[in-house]
């Protein structure tokens, strides 16, 4: 695993790389606005994608990096995650993604990036509550394949909340919620909760990334 730290137009970020021996595809991905990379399902990701052929590059957001608490707004995300993308480089086809806002951010910029995917875990369709407030035309913006990764109890939107999409396919996790947790008495085990989220990425990265290659 290597660290590097490089300049972005809005301070310094962190790139944390777990390479595959020979990858066949290389997935990028950046954290939510509430916490860093070291969440579980980035690192279960992390774990699991690189014996199968996945380079896993999780980005750390400059905001993060500097110790703030709050998120920076929504344009200096996509900013710096386009700079982390192209300073990456990589010759294998690019896969972004992320968590809750980094899940929004990666769907905003897949396109321009010339991306083959996009993995949005924990997508926040809506705040709390305000269901009028959809973000659903950021997936639809997307314009490259694309999964959502969602926990059945999540209160940003639950799976029954999105509509279909083209080029748009979900996937469930069990009784969890926005931080894919699941209570002790959920229909599954935590570690269960995230191998069905390891194992819906894999097999659609498989399928619609390096399949379609």
């Not at 595809?25 to 579980?40: C, E, K, M, R, Y």
């Not at 905003?108 to 035309?137: D, K, Q």
Request: hydrophobic share 40%.
């Amino acid at each position: 695993m290597s660290r590097m730290r490089i300049e972005t137009p809005y301070g310094e970020g962190l790139l944390v790389t777990r390479r595959a021996r020979s990858p066949l595809a290389t997935v990028l991905l950046s954290h939510g606005a509430g916490n860093g990379i070291d969440t579980p399902d980035l690192l279960a990701l992390d774990r699991a994608l690189p014996p199968q052929g996945i380079t896993v590059v999780r980005f750390e957001q400059p905001w993060r990096v500097a110790g703030r608490r709050i998120a920076t707004p929504p344009a200096t995300l996509d900013a710096a995650l386009t700079h982390a993308a192209n300073w990456m480089r990589v010759r294998t086809p690019l896969v972004v993604g992320g968590r809750s806002a980094g899940a929004r951010s990666a769907a905003r910029t897949a396109r321009s990036l010339g991306a083959a995917g996009c993995l949005a875990i924990a997508f926040p369709l809506h705040p709390p509550g305000r269901p009028e407030s959809s973000r659903v035309e950021e997936l639809r913006g997307a314009r490259v394949p694309t999964l959502v990764v969602q926990g059945e109890k999540d209160t940003f939107g639950r799976p029954d909340e999105f509509p279909d999409l083209p080029g748009v396919d979900l996937a469930v996790v069990p009784g969890a919620d926005h931080s894919m947790k699941v209570g002790k008495r959920g229909p599954v085990s935590q570690e269960d909760a995230l191998a069905v989220l390891v194992e819906s990425a894999l097999e659609w990265l498989v399928r619609d990334v390096v399949g379609a290659r």
